[in-house]
């Protein structure tokens, strides 16, 4: 720190040093890096756990940090607007309840693993883009990037690309969109539950 004659002049610089720290962190971050924690203490649980402790840890950052219902309305696609709001409702419950499931399997373990959220935030329209590695103990690093929207004045995940490139929401559109039209809401809410009870890697 540089040293000044004036008293008045030392206190102005540490005066403003936290305001300037706080501006330095985008507010689309904040969700992204609190799902980045949550994750990796569930990770030191782990098997300890079981899956269902890690669905009950993961829920509520799961609930805070995405949009469940947009991203259900987005993967069912155009047949969303012609179901019934009973219908809709059940589709969210069942999407959020694979959501959980699936992050509870992936992230069941911790080998000395990091999450890094990269500084610079991408905007994608309105929306906006956050990079991330998941940078294991030895090996190489996974990206992941996160696609988050404003809702209620709140950042809100809507997508997640793995290797920066696959959009989840896009490879589950087709399948969602089959499974509807063959058998309607109630079938694609017992597809989404069997996801959940048996999720993959």
Known sequence: M??????VLIAF????APAVHA?????????VQALCDRLIAVMKGGKQMGQQGRV????PTIDKVFDIPLMTRLTVGPGWTS????????LVAAFRRMTIAQYAANFDSYGG???V???KVEARGSDRLVRTR?????????????RLRQSGGEWKIIDVFYRNAISQLATRRSDFARVLATGGAKALVRHLDDLASRPTR
């Not at 009950?56 to 829920?59: I, K, N």
């Open 13 to 16: 610089p540490l005066a403003i």
């Open 117 to 119: 959220v990269e500084p």
């Open 23 to 31: 501006q330095a962190v985008d507010p689309a971050q904040v969700p």
């Open 134 to 146: 998941l940078v294991p103990a030895s090996g190489q690093p996974e990206a992941l990037a996160y």
């Open 56 to 59: 009950t840890a993961l829920g």
């Open 2 to 7: 540089r040293s000044y004659k004036s008293g």
């Open 113 to 115: 693993e990091k999450f």
């Open 83 to 90: 179901l019934s709001n009973a219908d809709q409702a059940a």
